[in-house]
Nanobody
Framework: QVQLVESGGGLVQAGGSLRLSCSAS????????MGWFRQAPGKEREFVAA????????VVGDSVKGRFTISRDNAKNTVYLQMNSLKPEDTAVYSC???????????????WGQGTQVTVSS
């Protein structure tokens, strides 16, 4: 089992940047592929980005492609989401999740963090 804790959320103006972090504890971090999802009020949870166990492969959702980047540091048991050129429609609770294989479907993920709020003002 793995425990996940997100940090780095906050309030930012449109066009700004934030970097989210997700720290893992418990079972060996490098065993898991990691993903970021977001959920805005009244909307379903949306895939944002995912990264393989080694970090060699990444997938980014269409709505954030070219603006968001996912990365990981297995020595620090941490996965990151660098968010640039933020838009008001990026406002949501962002959660990281862990799974055994690279996936974009939220139902494929076994472990979830509590989430961190990102608010982008216009």
């Amino acid at each position: 089992q793995v425990q996940l804790v997100e940090s780095g959320g906050g309030l930012v103006q449109a066009g700004g940047s934030l970097r989210l972090s997700c720290s893992a504890s418990g079972r060996t971090f490098s065993y898991y592929a990691m993903g970021w999802f977001r959920q805005a009020p009244g909307k379903e949870r949306e895939f944002v980005a995912a990264i393989s166990q080694s970090g060699a492969r990444t997938v980014v959702g269409d709505s954030v492609k070219g603006r968001f980047t996912i990365s990981r540091d297995n020595a620090k048991n941490t996965v990151y989401l660098q968010m640039n050129s933020l838009k008001p429609e990026d406002t949501a609770v962002y959660s990281c999740a862990a799974t055994s294989g690279l996936a974009t479907n939220r139902y494929s993920y076994d472990y979830w963090g509590q989430g961190t709020q990102v608010t982008v003002s216009s």
